[in-house]
């Protein structure tokens, strides 16, 4: 991307009605613009890291043998009458007449839709289990949205829901998600602290929370210092096998919430923290299945009421969280993996026939090795660039100016550390070529 052309409408002024730094670093880069309250439009650099949060999202879904379909955000309101949830819900439910005055209703989830769609398609046992997974904007109609894209009214979530057989699989499924969360938020860069969890309106008795540290964050956390330092992943199995071991093992460090806190249980050292939460899966069993006829037939031939989780990952709320945990004054200091550009060249002087040549043909060779990369052509003081690179957090950034190009070097500087150094044009692209 050219950034002259580039549609990135970045601010210096820090805006008075965002109260904490990723709200307010995402309006400074240009990430979003609110529309109406808790309602965003993704601009094109916010959109570019939503869709690299996504594409994390779903490659460990797929991984973990999870199926993408994609169900719409409007439902009926019948559907939700089925299970009982329609009145319950109360008013964090958007509510929609149509023009033929059939109640309809944006989908704050999707338990009810899933479980329909299964029912009319899957008849027996031999077709378990199934976990199906789609990632799509909800709409709760929070009573106090804030912080932007953290408490959003319309915010975008995977959800996921498993059916299987018996409680045995689906617990099965369950630490398969468990496990899925811990390597998605990893990628991302984060540490997430699983948290057993109330399983609130969803209903059920197994739920876990996944919390990332964060000051600004709404949950109240204790934690296993032990797990903060812990590289589980390291050790983590591959989903064929049972993940019994793996899941006793690493659920029984301390981690719970400030109800279930229980001092005597406690480890000498205990962080008490706050966090953002990013994830949340629930077993439940029938609730879902058993007033809406999901129902299969058992190898003996008798009917079984399938055993459903459902799982859940805020994924706009983590382009914030992300921001929460990694920023610094400057502003946002991206993970590579979700980066909007893994890589700028900072044209120092765009009318220097030189540097216009030696910053264009890196482009064009970075662009062709796959690296998402942005130049900055503009004719701006080169201060006004370094900080907006750095207000945008491109974690790899070179300058290509005339002063350097006389002697054939180039500055690359790591956003992360501010670390800078001096290397050869072929240096530089041999290195940033590797990050494609
Ligand atoms: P919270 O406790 O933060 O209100 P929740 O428990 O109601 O969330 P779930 O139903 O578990 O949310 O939804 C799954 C995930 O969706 C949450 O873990 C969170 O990351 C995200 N999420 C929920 N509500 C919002 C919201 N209003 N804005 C942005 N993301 C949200
Ligand atoms: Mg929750």
Redesign the pocket.
């Known amino acids: 991307m050219r950034m002259s052309q580039f549609f990135l409408p970045t601010m210096k002024e820090t805006p008075a009605e965002a109260q904490i730094v990723s709200h307010r670093l995402m309006l400074r880069a240009g990430m979003i613009r609110q529309t109406s309250a808790?309602i965003y439009a993704w601009l094109p650099l916010g959109w570019r890291v939503l869709q690299k949060i996504s594409q994390i999202v779903r490659e460990e879904q797929d991984a973990a043998g999870a199926q993408e379909l994609l169900m719409p955000t409007i439902q009926s309101a019948d559907l939700w009458r089925e299970s009982g949830r329609y009145e319950a819900y109360g008013k964090e439910m958007l509510r929609i007449t149509d023009r033929h005055e059939r109640e309809m209703l944006y989908g704050p989830?999707n338990e009810e839709m899933i479980t329909d769609i299964f029912k009319t398609f899957v008849k027996s046992y031999k077709d378990l289990p199934r976990n199906l997974y789609h990632i799509q904007w909800?709409f709760?109609d929070?009573i106090r949205?804030r912080f932007g894209?953290?408490?959003?009214?319309e915010?975008l979530?995977k959800?996921n829901y498993s059916f299987d057989l018996d409680r045995e699989g689906a617990e099965l499924s369950y630490r398969k998600m468990f496990l899925a969360y811990l390597r998605t938020f990893a990628r991302m860069g984060l540490k997430a602290i699983p948290m057993r969890a109330d399983t609130?309106p969803?209903g059920g008795d197994l739920s876990h929370?996944?919390i990332i540290l964060a000051e600004t964050g709404?949950s109240q956390v204790f934690c296993d210092k032990a797990w903060l330092d812990l590289d589980v992943l390291a050790e983590a199995p591959g989903y064929d096998s049972d993940l019994k071991d793996f899941f006793a093992k690493y659920t029984n460090i301390y981690a719970a919430t400030e109800e279930m806190h229980d001092a005597a249980k406690a480890p000498a050292d205990l962080v008490t923290a706050r966090g953002i939460?990013?994830?949340?899966i629930f077993y439940f069993g029938t609730k879902y299945s058993a007033p809406m006829g999901a129902v299969v037939a058992g190898p003996d031939g008798s009917p079984v009421t399938v055993e459903m989780g459902s799982y859940?990952?805020?994924v706009?709320?983590?382009v914030a969280a992300i921001i929460e945990a990694s920023h610094d004054e400057h502003g946002i200091i991206w993970p590579e993996p979700v980066a909007p550009f893994t890589v700028a060249i900072v044209n120092l002087k765009i009318d220097d026939a030189d540097c216009a040549r030696v910053s264009g043909d890196l482009y064009a060779k970075l662009q062709s090795a796959g690296v998402d990369v942005l130049l900055d052509d503009r004719d701006e003081r080169p201060g006004a660039k370094f900080a907006d690179m750095d207000l945008i957090g491109v974690p790899w950034q070179l300058t290509v100016g005339p002063r350097g190009l006389k002697t054939g070097v180039v500055e690359l500087k790591r956003r992360a550390t501010g670390e800078k150094r001096e290397l050869s044009v072929e240096a530089a692209l041999a290195e940033l070529t590797a990050r494609g």
């Open positions: 808790g989830t909800k709760r929070e949205p894209v953290m408490r959003g009214r915010f979530m959800d609130g969803i929370e996944f709404e939460e990013v994830g949340h859940g990952i805020g706009s709320r983590l």
